[in-house]
């Protein structure tokens, strides 16, 4: 079973407007962190954000946002006002196993987003 | 504060021949993970190593193996290569600790080609 899903393989947005890339989740574990990660053409992979399982409030960073929803385990990246440098592909990140002491960060597929001028 | 370095950035080698990837982690960082990334498995994880000792391993075969230095280096070994094993291959450092807010942070990778 997929324990990261990414079901969009890829999206387009008009510059300037909003987008939400989906992801959901599946574990066992209470204590867990889950990371979104910017992938350019250029290959690098950068980390945007960052939401604690505990973490009640849901976490943002610059004009990235994460809609954490808990109960439905999902964690959906929010891009707000999309620029054409967010053309990108976007990968979800789960790190579990602290309960096991395994610590594994486990990889969705990825969604290919395009912004149009 | 440096980045993660990953040695060499492009690598052409032959069916049958070995190579060896190194990276630099960030400082202080005591957890190295490697990734294989092609167009058609995406992000696999290939192991991580944890002060110098394995501490997950994906899926792959024995030909792929890894070591960490007591300076939190670490070194990829790929034996008896096949074209399959054409890929960027990341490497991803983190402080490893017992807390989830650790983000992985990534090398520029190594782009492996098998002629």
């Known amino acids: 079973a997929q324990k990261i899903t990414q079901t969009q393989p890829g999206m387009f947005v008009q510059e300037k407007e909003a987008v939400t890339l989906d992801c959901t989740y599946d574990?066992?574990?209470?204590?867990?962190?889950l990371f979104w990660y910017k992938q350019p053409s250029s290959g690098e992979m950068i980390f945007l954000i960052y939401?604690?399982?505990?973490?009640?409030q849901n976490a943002t960073e610059g004009h990235y946002s994460l809609n954490f929803q808990k109960a439905r385990k999902s964690a959906n990246l929010v891009i707000s006002a999309s620029q054409l440098g967010d053309s990108a592909m976007y990968f979800c990140?789960?790190?579990?196993?602290?309960?096991?002491?395994?610590?594994?960060?486990?990889f969705g597929t990825g969604t290919r987003l395009k912004v149009l001028a | 504060k440096a980045g993660v370095t990953q040695t060499p950035r492009y690598l052409i080698k032959t069916r049958g021949q070995q190579v060896t990837l190194s990276c630099s982690p960030i400082?202080?960082?005591?957890?190295v993970s490697w990734y294989q990334q092609t167009p058609g498995q995406g992000l696999q994880f290939l192991f991580e190593?944890?002060?110098?000792?394995?501490?997950n391993k994906g899926n792959f075969p024995g030909r792929f193996s890894g070591r960490q230095f007591s300076n939190s280096r670490s070194e990829m070994n790929v034996s008896t290569l096949e074209l399959g094993d054409s890929a960027l291959y990341l490497c991803?450092?983190?402080?490893?600790?017992?807390?989830?807010?650790?983000?992985?942070?990534f090398g520029d990778g190594t782009r492996l080609s098998i002629l």
């Open positions: 190593y944890f002060s110098e000792t394995q501490r």
């Open positions: 574990t066992s574990d209470q204590s867990y962190g």
């Open positions: 400082s202080g960082h005591r957890s």
């Open positions: 990140a789960m790190r579990e196993g602290r309960d096991s002491g395994t610590y594994k960060y486990i």
């Open positions: 939401q604690g399982s505990y973490d009640e």
């Open positions: 991803a450092s983190s402080l490893g600790g017992r807390f989830g807010n650790q983000p992985q942070h």
